[in-house]
């Protein structure tokens, strides 16, 4: 079977909350240490353009609208991957304050990537494993 | 030293008008009963409190638009009343609707609405922009979509404790804001660190506005369209990270201040470090040489996002972008902490107060970290960094001012007699640039915005809270 996804993905990242410490890192995928743009990946400006919607962050309440929007102008078939323990709901802030559990099970994530933030080399990995879902979907 | 005064209600206006003639006002917080206004002078913050429960305020807004955000913050969260604060929104998105954005009124004039969810990796934040034809008449902000409602949350939690979430409040300025944190709870405690443990954090400080800094430029090398800068820039952040996790296994350094000193195991190997910035450094020179010599780049970003000490004053703005304005404001000498006072940092300003001026105060500030980095290791490598010492939390109040790459980071901490939060109030330098950020966008069309906005490269998280 041919591999489309895992040689074309097309990213849109959905901050819910976090820190920043994972957007540094999904920053890093851009620039020529990790260039996901080798794989045939992107990081896209829409979501109407995404097969993939990674999302950081505990969740928070003026959040829970637009990301609900995000994901609702995603096109079928995607896949949620969560970004980081804030996002699967092991981070500093779950529950603390007015934030959520998790944007990730808040949202159907069916990849984790753990880490505080995660590594770049980790972020990848939960793409790739992204990728391969939607290829054998 | 800390020190608070009393002002009566009725020569609020007055007394904080002189003060902010001899001091860098910082803004305000509260608690239900009094308004705590804050000040730095060379001697430490000066905390000018207000009995707020016998009725309204008044309003200082008009006058110091620095105190806009703060009042507003301060209704909606303590419930303070000012009198004759003309915009009555509460900042923070509360149960209700998103406040709607103030706009220009006129025939022509097109609003258009960015947000909260942005095209890049950025935090999330609405910006609505009025304009007329393509020029930026008016830009209004709305942030707060990440609020966690973190300063509640933390009253009642050991003060100790909670160390690794004020490292967590915000990523890009953890290290600014634990270390601001640890001098406060050892300002109560009357713990002074040794001079090992301060050269350290000095380090750390630095490696946190490098990493800042060289992605800064990075960025605006990317909204002048210079992708070649943009990659080399990435790179080189990348290279300090990688350094950053070997001197504290953590790329961002999370954790590495603690109350009490420096993390066990942070910066073991000053001289292995002091050699491989030195590396660094030739590279980063290289790239700056390269992004500052490309006309086409200095012709886009000259005279873009125009910012002016008047306005950075009113708005109580700080850092990198006041110092673009000629203003000679940094923490670091205003009232010299840890060891930076045996270090003559030299206070890097331009002239001019647009994106090229932020970028040539970055780059003169990249050069006097790696000289502060390398002097502090020098140090280190004849000393070694003894273990955090036991914090005694003792009952106080008390605001700690640290500069971090955005400017003056506050923090203030009320803790009791049984060592837990009163009251836990943060006010990052962000949120003091934000509403100038805003300024600067009036005349400038919206495709700059983003080249705007990354040479001010300001944080949501901390702002958010």
Not at chain 2, 154 to 175: H, K, N, T
Not at chain 2, 199 to 210: D, H, I, K
Not at chain 2, 230 to 245: N, P, S, W
Not at chain 2, 278 to 302: G, H, L, P, T, W
């Amino acid at each position: 079977m041919s591999k489309i996804y895992e040689r074309s993905l097309s990213i849109r990242h959905l901050v819910c909350g976090s820190c920043n410490g994972c957007e540094h890192e999904m920053n890093a995928l851009a620039g020529p240490a990790y260039d996901i743009t080798q794989h045939g990946w992107d990081l896209v400006a829409s979501p109407r353009h995404a097969d993939v919607i990674t999302v950081s962050g505990p969740m928070t309440e003026a959040m829970r609208d637009a990301a609900a929007a995000t994901l609702a102008a995603t096109p079928h078939p995607m896949v949620v991957v969560a970004i980081g323990d804030c996002a699967i709901g092991v981070g500093p802030w779950s529950g603390v304050g007015s934030a959520g559990d998790g944007a990730g099970p808040e949202l159907g994530a069916r990849v984790t990537v753990r880490g505080c933030p995660p590594n770049p080399e980790e972020i990848v990995r939960g793409l790739r494993e992204a990728a391969q879902l939607l290829d054998d979907a | 030293m800390y020190a608070e005064i009393a002002i009566a209600p009725e020569l609020v206006r007055e007394r904080l008008g002189e003060l902010a003639e001899t001091a860098q006002a910082l803004g305000a917080y509260a608690n239900e009963t009094k308004v705590r206004y804050l000040f730095l002078r060379p001697q430490g913050v000066l905390c000018a409190a207000v009995d707020a429960g016998a009725g309204a305020l008044p309003s200082m807004a008009n006058e110091m638009p620095l105190y806009d955000w703060h009042e507003r913050e301060m209704r909606q969260k303590q419930g303070i009343a000012f009198d004759g604060h003309a915009d009555m929104r509460p900042l923070s998105i509360g149960d209700g609707p998103v406040p709607e954005a103030m706009t220009a009124q006129g025939e022509g004039v097109n609003v258009v609405v960015v947000g909260p969810v942005h095209a890049g990796i950025i935090e999330p934040g609405r910006f609505t922009f009025s304009t007329g034809g393509e020029t930026t008449i008016h830009l209004d902000t709305q942030f707060s979509y990440g609020h966690r409602d973190i300063e509640r949350a933390m009253a009642g939690r050991d003060a100790l404790e909670i160390a690794p979430l004020i490292a967590r409040i915000c990523g890009g300025c953890s290290v600014a804001r634990s270390w601001t944190y640890a001098r406060a709870l050892e300002s109560m405690a009357g713990l002074a660190c040794g001079e090992a443990t301060e050269f350290a954090r000095v380090v750390l400080a630095e490696l946190e506005r490098l990493y800042n800094h060289v992605f800064d430029l990075a960025n605006a090398a990317s909204g002048a369209g210079y992708g070649r800068g943009l990659a080399a820039g990435l790179g080189l952040k990348e290279r300090i990270l990688q350094l950053c996790a070997a001197a504290t296994q953590h790329r961002l350094m999370f954790d590495a201040i603690v109350p009490g000193g420096v993390r066990t195991g942070v910066l073991r190997d000053p001289q292995a470090l002091r050699a491989d910035l030195r590396a660094v450094r030739r590279q980063v020179e290289r790239f700056v040489k390269d992004m500052f010599e490309n006309r086409s780049v200095i012709r886009r970003i000259a005279g873009a996002g125009l910012g002016d000490s008047q306005t950075a004053r009113l708005f109580g703005a700080c850092g990198p972008a006041t110092r673009a304005c000629g203003v000679e404001l940094d923490a670091r000498t205003l009232c010299a902490y840890g060891a930076y006072a045996g270090l003559d940092v030299r206070i890097a300003t331009a002239k001019g107060g647009d994106v090229l001026a932020r970028c040539n105060v970055k780059r003169s500030e990249i050069a006097e970290s790696f000289r502060l980095i390398d002097a502090s290791l020098a140090v280190l490598a004849k000393s070694s960094i003894p273990e955090p010492q036991r914090v005694e939390c003792g009952v106080g109040r008390v605001t700690v001012a640290t500069e971090g790459s955005r400017g003056i980071e506050t923090v203030s901490v009320e803790v009791k007699e049984d060592g837990t939060i009163e009251r836990l109030h943060v006010i990052s330098a962000s949120y003091r640039n934000w509403p100038t950020v805003a300024r600067a966008m009036e005349g400038n069309i919206i495709p700059d915005f983003p080249l705007v906005n990354k040479s001010f490269n300001l944080c949501y998280s901390c702002m958010d809270r």
